[in-house]
């Protein structure tokens, strides 16, 4: 499923590029990260997904445009879809972005993850 590339340049700038920012390709769609935590998503249905955290969760689902991210069939507390008449303006999604990095801010730092050892080859027989 692919997404939106406009809206994601849109949420690239809302985010801005300084360091520790950066991306991935997930659930179908494109991550942005800090640090190597998700702060946002795009779909492919065009609905931002935002990391609001376990203590902005129910206020942020009081927003009209906001639901619960039901991504295993069961809600993901402190994650959020916000559907696009939510973010249409470019200063709503720099709120709902500002709002994740606020949460994924309060993180400890990720560990680094170990690089997998590279298996010893065999020398083919002479």
Known sequence: MAFDEQLAGRVRKAMGHGAGVSE???FGGLCLLWE???VC???GSD????RVGPEQ????LAHPHAKEMLFTGRPM???IYVSPE???ADKDLKAWVAKGLAFVKTLPPKEAKAKPKKSATKKAPR
Request: aromatic fraction near 8%.
């Open 41 to 43: 998503g795009i779909t």
């Open 86 to 88: 939510g973010y249409a």
């Open 77 to 79: 507390k402190g994650m």
């Open 24 to 26: 991935k390709k997930m």
């Open 57 to 60: 969760y129910d206020r942020c």
């Open 36 to 38: 190597g935590h998700m």
């Open 47 to 50: 609905e931002l997904m935002v």
